[in-house]
């Protein structure tokens, strides 16, 4: 609508020009900026300025941003990334409450890093706001720092059995989606990638990865020469009959 639009306009403005501390006390409140982090980006420096200044209500929403790729000068900063993961371990309940209220998370989930970090997997790829994911969303240094400081984190499911896998698939930016495989196959060997894990509504992440109608066989070729895609799941997993609905012709063509 007008408003939002108004709204955006004004936030790109801001934050262009790196204008925090004056948004903070006047223009627009922590939630206003956190929502349009976690949508849009902003530039280093920026982000550089509220983790310093506020750690406690942005280590969430810069993490999302990171893991996203969302940095609006298309650099990465180590050192930013590291002042992000030690601000969510300093301040682990607020980053969760966060969560809680703001994506809906389990609130009998334990206020751990552990669960922070892995609600924030689960959600790098995820629709909520007027955030869209893309064949470019996605940012492996980010992720890479992760998997070594949280190398279980790939694992997570949240209360809806919703795994970071799931959303990777759905998002399809290949080289990430080939990284999360084999860091899945790396931390449980026999979970054949985390592709046939089923959430709460019946649908796994090969499920969300076929849901497209562009032609994804070197993909799925890919995960046959991996022997992660036989024919026997075709069968099992009733592939053809699930590809029926939403998937290109390509990919029925190829489970046939």
């Not at 982090?37 to 929403?61: R, T």
């Not at 240094?141 to 209360?159: C, N, T």
């Not at 196959?185 to 992440?205: A, V, W």
Request: charged residues 20%; contains cysteine.
């Amino acid at each position: 609508n007008t408003n939002s639009t108004t709204t955006t306009t004004k936030m790109n403005n801001i934050i262009t020009a790196g204008q925090v501390h004056q948004l903070l006390l006047g223009q627009h409140n922590h939630d206003d900026l956190k929502r349009y982090i976690e949508c849009h980006g902003a530039p280093i420096d920026v982000q550089n300025q509220l983790i310093d200044s506020y750690p406690q209500e942005y280590a969430f929403s810069l993490l999302l941003c990171q893991l996203r790729g969302l940095n609006r000068d298309q650099r990465f900063s180590t050192q930013l990334m590291k002042k992000i993961l030690d601000a969510i371990e300093t301040y682990p309940i607020q980053q969760m409450d966060y969560c809680i209220s703001k994506f809906h998370c389990d609130r009998n989930r334990k206020k751990t890093v552990e669960t922070i970090i892995g609600e924030a997997m689960t959600l790098i790829f995820a629709f909520f706001d007027d955030f869209v994911a893309s064949l470019q969303t996605g940012n492996v240094q980010a992720i890479q720092m992760v998997r070594r400081r949280y190398p279980q984190s790939v694992l997570y499911v949240d209360s809806h059995d919703f795994s970071p896998l799931h959303g990777v698939s759905c998002a399809l930016n290949v080289d990430i989606f080939k990284y999360f495989i084999g860091w899945h196959l790396e931390k449980n060997p026999h979970g054949r990638g985390g592709l046939y894990g089923m959430n709460d509504s019946g649908i796994t992440s090969l499920d969300t990865l076929i849901d497209t109608n562009q032609n994804i066989t070197e993909v799925l070729e890919w995960l046959q020469n991996q022997s992660l895609l036989k024919s026997k799941d075709v069968d099992e997993w009733l592939l053809i009959h699930r590809a029926a609905h939403s998937s290109s012709l390509s990919t029925i063509e190829f489970f046939i």
